[in-house]
């Protein structure tokens, strides 16, 4: 994620951040503009079409479709900012429900039971880490067989890591109950930081498997290129040549909405504007090795 300071107007106006859309775009930006210099020619030399020409009422078919057009894209960057958003809030949940099942376990465990509680202090993160891999659809394997608890064996990495260890960490819980290291109202504390894990997870797979809507996206796509294709037609009366940047700008601006909702609907992925999910998880292998 990019890290930026909001008040700072002339790095917004003048770097180009190689996120940015301009870098992406600007290849069909130079086909745009060939493309309205190529009608403007035609129009003006060529064809030497004249003020009363009809095409010219075709401006009128862009004022209108003009209001919907906007009306779709702020529907669509809306839709995927809320989804961006969401992502982070369950996030900042996994965060807090670490946190707190640390606390809870450190003050519940004895201060002998240093096995056990290099166990959670190592187990805890690591389940932020495999949940991350997890939304980046990554096979990257976790090193968990560097540390000595038999518990971490016979991990399956080609099958859902976050419930394999959601597992673990359940089972150990469940083990500290039955040998009586901690009474059963403190097995009951646990239980909502524990079934927490579950939710989480499940809300960050329904994100990230339910993307928009194949045929909304692909018909904003479409919208966009036939009214952008269509503006040189009309507005060449008015413009002259001058149509060429005009109708590029306005190319770009529309373009532009549709890349960033494309970027942010995604909240889990590796693009700069994603969630800083490798930086949560730092914080909460921090916060967790602090608190036990």
Same mark, same amino acid.
């Given at each position: 994620?990019?890290?930026?300071?909001?008040?700072?107007?002339?790095?917004?106006?003048?770097?180009?951040?190689?996120?940015?859309?301009?870098?992406?775009? *600007?290849?069909?930006?130079?086909?745009?503009? !060939?493309?309205?210099?190529?009608?403007?020619?035609?129009?003006?030399?060529?064809?030497?079409?004249?003020?009363?020409?009809?095409?010219?009422?075709?401006?009128?078919?862009?004022?209108?479709?003009?209001?919907?057009?906007?009306?779709?894209?702020?529907?669509?960057?809306?839709?995927?900012?809320?989804? *961006?958003?969401?992502?982070?809030?369950?996030?900042?949940?996994?965060?807090?429900?670490?946190? +707190?099942?640390?606390?809870? !376990?450190?003050?519940?465990?004895?201060?002998? %039971?240093?096995?056990?509680? #290099?166990?959670?202090?190592?187990?805890?993160?690591?389940? %932020?880490?495999?949940?991350?891999?997890?939304?980046?659809?990554?096979?990257?394997?976790?090193?968990?067989?560097?540390?000595?608890?038999? $518990?971490?064996? +016979?991990?399956?990495?080609?099958?859902?890591?976050?419930?394999?260890?959601?597992?673990?960490?359940?089972?150990?819980?469940?083990?500290?109950?039955?040998? #009586?290291?901690?009474?059963?109202?403190?097995? *009951?504390?646990?239980?909502?930081?524990?079934?927490?894990?579950?939710?989480?997870?499940?809300?960050? #797979?329904?994100?990230?498997?339910?993307?928009?809507?194949?045929?909304?996206?692909?018909?904003?796509?479409?919208?966009?290129?036939?009214?952008?294709?269509?503006?040189? *037609?009309?507005?060449?009366?008015?413009? +002259?040549?001058?149509?060429?940047?005009?109708? %590029?700008?306005?190319?770009?601006?529309?373009?532009?909405?549709?890349?960033?909702?494309?970027?942010?609907?995604?909240?889990?992925?590796?693009?700069?504007?994603?969630?800083?999910?490798?930086? @949560?998880? $730092?914080?909460?292998?921090?916060?967790?090795? #602090?608190? @036990?």
């Amino acid at each position: 994620m990019i890290s930026y300071n909001t008040k700072d107007w002339f790095t917004f106006i003048f770097k180009l951040h190689k996120s940015d859309t301009f870098r992406k775009l *600007w290849p069909l930006l130079i086909f745009v503009c !060939l493309y309205s210099g190529i009608i403007a020619y035609l129009e003006i030399s060529y064809w030497k079409l004249s003020q009363n020409h009809h095409l010219k009422n075709i401006t009128l078919m862009h004022g209108i479709l003009s209001f919907v057009i906007s009306m779709l894209l702020v529907f669509r960057t809306n839709t995927a900012y809320e989804r *961006w958003w969401e992502g982070r809030k369950l996030w900042g949940s996994l965060v807090n429900n670490s946190r +707190g099942l640390a606390v809870k !376990l450190s003050a519940m465990l004895p201060a002998g %039971a240093i096995k056990e509680r #290099e166990f959670f202090r190592t187990i805890i993160p690591q389940y %932020a880490v495999a949940l991350k891999n997890h939304l980046q659809k990554e096979s990257t394997r976790l090193a968990l067989d560097q540390y000595e608890h038999p $518990e971490f064996n +016979g991990i399956a990495y080609e099958n859902h890591v976050p419930n394999q260890i959601h597992q673990i960490i359940f089972k150990k819980v469940n083990e500290l109950f039955v040998k #009586e290291k901690i009474q059963k109202e403190q097995y *009951w504390m646990l239980n909502n930081e524990l079934q927490g894990y579950a939710d989480i997870c499940g809300a960050c #797979e329904r994100i990230k498997n339910t993307p928009i809507p194949y045929s909304y996206s692909a018909f904003i796509k479409k919208f966009i290129f036939f009214y952008v294709m269509t503006l040189p *037609w009309g507005y060449v009366f008015s413009l +002259g040549y001058f149509v060429m940047p005009v109708v %590029a700008f306005v190319f770009f601006v529309l373009a532009s909405l549709e890349l960033i909702a494309e970027e942010i609907e995604d909240p889990f992925g590796t693009d700069p504007n994603d969630l800083p999910m490798d930086k @949560i998880c $730092e914080n909460i292998d921090k916060h967790v090795r #602090e608190i @036990i």
